[in-house]
C-alpha cells in the first residue's frame, strides 16, 4: 500500500533588505528565523535566494509583487505586510512512496499546496502579531538602528516562537481563506437580553470598551470589527478553550469556590487560584505589569493605522457555565482586585442567569444533522457572507470552524478554494457545478457577496 507524507512547515523566516547595505552584513536582514537551530550560513542563504526571486520577479512586474514560488519538493510564499519587511513560509510538499520495478520512489503532489489557502495562512500570522503586539513599525522603537532592530527582533522572537507551533500546516482549508465565523442564532429575545447585558456593561464600567459574547465557544455578539474578530476567536479556541476544558476535567465545570448564586470566573485576569494562565499571556502582554490579561491592539479596518487616542487593550474573559463574555479594557487601567472585584459582582449573577435562559431555550434545531449514506458520505455545504464575515457549514462535525478539521479530502477543499478565488473577482451573480473524477459534485453559487458552495456524494445525479 503507498504512503503517503503530509504537509509540513520546512522554514518561516522575516527579513528587511534595507538593514543590511554593505557586503558582510547580510545576518542583519534576518530578524527572525524558524527553526531557531539552523546555521546562520544557511538561514543568510535562504534569505539570500528568497530577496533575489522577489528581485528579479519584479523587473516583469513592477506593480505585482511575488506572492510564491514552486519546486518539485518545496514551496515558498511571500508576503510583505509593511513597506521593506518581507514574510516567507517554505512548505514542504507531500508525496506518495510507490514502488516500480521493485524499488521505491517518491511521487509529489504539488497539487495538494494552494496558493491562496497558504497564502492566506501566511497573512493571518502577520494579523494575529498585529493584533497582540502592534506593527513592525510599532514595535522598532530605539535611539539607534541596531537599537530599533534589537527591539523589534526580540518581540518577534517572543510572538512567533510559541505561534508557529500552533499552525494547522495540514489542515487548513478554505475558512483560512474566507476568514469567516460562525455564530450561534439565537432567537429575538434572547439575543435582546444579551445585547442588553453587554450595553449595561459598557455603560457601567467606562474602561470598558468593547464586549464579545460567546455560549458553548460559538460567537452570539461581537463588538469587534470582523477581521479582529478572526484572530481573536483563532486566540480562543487555540489558547483559551483548551486550557478551560483541562481545567474541567480534572476539577469539574464548576469551581467548589463559586457560591450557588455566582457560579462563574475569570479565564484571563483575577486573582483567584482557578484562573487559567494561558501561556501566551505574558508574551502578548506589558512585560512591566503582573497582569494577567493580554494586550491586543484593535484597526478599524484592514491596513488602517491603529485607533487614535488609547488603541491598547487588555482582555479580560470570564466565564459562567456556558456563557464566555470577552472584555476589552483600556490599556491605561489599573487591573487592580478591586476592578476585578466589581466586574465579578456586577457580571457573574447576571451572566450566569443569561447562560442559563439560553440552555433551557437551545435545542439543538440550528445545528444541521445529516444521517451518512451507505458510503459513508453525507452531503455537506458551506454558505458564507462577504459583508459580515459570517458562515454556516455542516463541513466540520462540531459546527466550528477555527482549529478544527473537516473530514473532506484536500482535492476537494482545493477545488473550492479555486472556485472561490476565481467566482471571489467577478460581481456577477453566477453559479458553477463541478463533477470530479472521484465522482463527487461540488456546485458553488455567487450572488451580492454571498457565496453557497455544495458537496453531493457520488451516488448522487445532476438534478439531484
Known amino acids: 500500500m503507498a504512503r503517503k507524507s503530509e504537509i509540513t512547515l520546512k522554514n518561516f523566516f522575516i527579513f528587511n533588505s534595507t538593514l543590511a547595505t554593505e557586503e558582510g552584513e547580510e545576518e542583519k536582514k534576518v530578524l527572525f528565523y524558524h527553526p531557531q537551530e539552523t546555521e546562520k550560513d544557511q538561514q543568510i542563504k535562504d534569505v539570500g535566494l528568497s530577496e533575489a526571486i522577489i528581485k528579479f520577479t519584479n523587473t516583469f512586474s513592477p506593480f505585482e509583487e511575488c506572492k510564491s514560488f514552486r519546486t518539485q519538493k518545496t514551496y515558498q510564499v511571500y508576503f510583505e505586510p509593511e513597506p521593506e519587511f518581507w514574510m516567507v513560509m517554505t512548505i514542504n510538499v507531500p508525496f506518495v512512496v510507490k514502488l516500480k520495478d521493485g524499488a521505491e520512489y517518491n511521487e509529489y503532489r504539488g497539487d495538494d499546496v494552494h496558493d491562496s489557502i497558504y497564502g492566506a495562512l501566511l497573512e493571518q500570522s502577520y494579523s494575529m502579531f498585529r493584533l497582540f503586539v502592534g506593527t513592525f513599525g510599532d514595535n522598532s522603537s530605539g535611539d539607534s538602528l541596531e537599537e530599533q532592530t534589537e527591539n523589534l527582533t526580540q518581540k518577534l522572537h517572543q510572538f512567533f516562537s510559541k505561534y508557529i507551533l500552533t499552525l494547522r500546516i495540514a489542515n487548513s482549508d478554505i475558512i483560512d481563506v474566507t476568514r469567516t465565523i460562525q455564530y450561534l442564532p439565537l432567537n429575538q429575545t434572547l439575543f435582546l437580553r444579551v445585547h442588553n447585558f453587554i450595553s449595561m ?43 478551560m476544558l483541562q481545567s474541567d476535567l480534572q476539577g469539574g465545570s464548576v469551581s467548589r469556590n463559586f457560591t450557588q448564586s455566582q457560579r462563574g470566573n475569570f479565564l484571563t485576569g483575577g486573582s483567584g487560584q482557578d484562573t487559567i494562565k494561558p501561556p501566551q499571556v505574558y508574551l502578548y ?32 474573559i470570564y466565564r459562567a457555565f456556558g456563557a464566555i463574555i470577552c472584555l476589552f479594557v483600556d490599556d491605561s487601567t489599573s487591573l487592580s482586585e478591586d ?6 459582582s456586577f457580571i457573574g449573577p447576571q451572566l450566569t442567569t443569561i447562560s442559563s435562559e439560553i440552555s433551557e431555550n437551545f435545542t439543538g434545531k440550528n445545528s444541521v444533522k445529516m444521517n451518512d449514506f451507505s458510503d ?19 463541513l466540520y462535525c462540531e459546527g466550528q470552524s477555527v482549529h478544527k478539521t473537516s473530514n473532506i479530502s484536500r482535492d476537494i477543499i482545493n477545488v473550492i478554494a479555486d472556485l472561490y478565488e476565481e467566482r471571489n473577482e467577478s460581481n456577477v451573480s453566477e453559479e458553477t457545478v463541478v463533477k470530479m473524477c472521484s465522482d463527487f459534485w461540488i456546485t458553488h453559487k455567487k450572488s451580492n457577496a454571498r457565496h453557497f458552495i455544495a458537496i453531493i456524494n457520488k451516488n448522487a445525479t445532476l438534478p439531484e
Open 339 to 344: 476592578l476585578y472585584g466589581e466586574l465579578q
Open 201 to 243: 456593561i459598557e455603560s457601567t464600567f467606562e474602561c470598558v470598551k468593547r464586549c464579545i459574547f460567546l455560549y458553548n465557544e460559538q460567537i452570539v455578539w461581537s463588538g469587534a470589527n470582523p477581521r479582529d474578530l478572526y484572530c481573536i476567536y483563532e486566540y480562543l479556541s487555540g489558547t483559551i478553550f483548551p486550557k
Open 285 to 316: 502582554g506589558n512585560d512591566e505589569t503582573s497582569i494577567k490579561s493580554p494586550k491586543m491592539y484593535l484597526y478599524e479596518s484592514e491596513g488602517s493605522e491603529r485607533l487614535s487616542g488609547k488603541s491598547g487593550y487588555f482582555l479580560v
Open 376 to 394: 459513508g458520505f453525507c452531503p455537506k455545504f458551506l454558505y458564507f457572507n462577504e459583508f459580515n464575515l459570517q458562515h454556516d457549514t455542516t
